[in-house]
Nanobody
Framework: QVQLVESGGGLVQGGESLRLSCAAS????????MCWYRQAPGKQREFLAA???????NYADSVKGRFTISRDNGKNKVYLQLNSLKPEDTAVYYC???????????????WGQGTLVTVSS
């Protein structure tokens, strides 16, 4: 079984920064894409950023230039640097990964439990 655990959320003021972390653990053969999403109260879950296992990244237009995704393949971790935060960035931030697991080898999609980011004005 594979788990994703996010950390780094909290309460910040507008204009400040946060760095979110997500660690994958369990029976992992390899990890393909690792992504970040968020869900604000009363809204649908929104894609933010993705990192492939060969280093390619892509971003939602809404966060391009303010958020940066990075990844440590050796530690099975992905990070999201949030800069110039705005009150509208307030949401639960989720980590998502496509994982190849052994015994038998198969592909599974895994979600973390989320970490809350609150930005005050």
């Amino acid at each position: 079984q594979v788990q994703l655990v996010e950390s780094g959320g909290g309460l910040v003021q507008g204009g400040e920064s946060l760095r979110l972390s997500c660690a994958a653990s369990g029976s992992i053969f390899s990890i393909n894409a690792m992504c970040w999403y968020r869900q604000a109260p009363g809204k649908q879950r929104e894609f933010l950023a993705a990192s492939s296992n060969d280093g390619k990244t892509n971003y939602a237009d809404s966060v391009k230039g303010r958020f940066t995704i990075s990844r440590d393949n050796g530690k099975n971790k992905v990070y999201l640097q949030l800069n110039s935060l705005k009150p509208e960035d307030t949401a639960v931030y989720y980590c998502n990964a496509g994982v190849v697991v052994p015994g038998p080898v198969r592909y599974v999609e895994v979600w973390g439990q989320g970490t809350l980011v609150t930005v005050s004005s």
